[in-house]
Structure formats: C-alpha cells, structure tokens
C-alpha cells in the first residue's frame, strides 16, 4: 500500500520524491471523502461513523476493505475536467475488478466471469 501511495502522490503532485507530509495529505483527502456526512435512504442526515461501517461491513467474515477514489487529478487540471456519475462508477468498478490503485492503470480486459463472486480477495 505504501508505494501505491507513493506512486499516486509523485503522479497527484508531481514530485519525484513526495515527503511525509505531502503523503500524509493524501491519506487524508482520500480518508476526508468517506468521513463526510451523507444522507441515508430516509433522506436523514447519517454522521454516525458507526452506523456507516456497520453497513459497509456488516458481514463479520469480511475484515478488510479497500478504499478507491477517483477522479484522481492534481489540482491544476481540475477546472478543465468535468466528469459524470456514469463515468465515475465505471472506473471504480473497473479498478476494483482489476485490482487497480490509480485510475491511468486501470487494466480494461480484465472482466468477471459468469457467476465469480464480485469480491476479490
């Protein structure tokens, strides 16, 4: 996980050798977009950090998750994108499919087989 970040973070912020806290930035952007608050189907506010994991994970043989986001742009190129939901999901599906990290190395020939289970492990 370490040189996925690491990797991420010389193509986010185009640095050879990103520092501690340049890294640590990134965590915390990436962690920062599962911890705002969200609406439930109810249409009530959910801010509860518990009530969100406990829906995520609510099967106890499942102990680890992985995090993707996307779009993955450095802040200079953000204002020329503009990207769909339709799109975003896409990618996402993709990457987990694949087992990517970033977005450029998504692998698109791989696809799931008829009846494989949709988690990887």
Known sequence: QNDHLNQTAKRLLTKRSPSFKDLNQLIARSMGS???????VDNKL??????RVSH???????????VC???????????????TWKYLLKH??????????MEEKINWSVALRRGSPVMRS
């Open 34 to 40: 599962v911890m705002v608050p969200c609406y439930r």
């Open 46 to 51: 959910n801010t509860s950090w518990r009530d």
């Open 56 to 66: 995520l994970f609510s099967h106890c043989g499942y102990k680890f998750s992985t």
């Open 69 to 83: 986001r996307i779009p993955q742009s450095s802040a200079s190129a953000k204002e020329f994108n503009s990207y």
């Open 92 to 101: 996402l599906n993709q990457m987990q499919i694949s087992g990517s990290y």
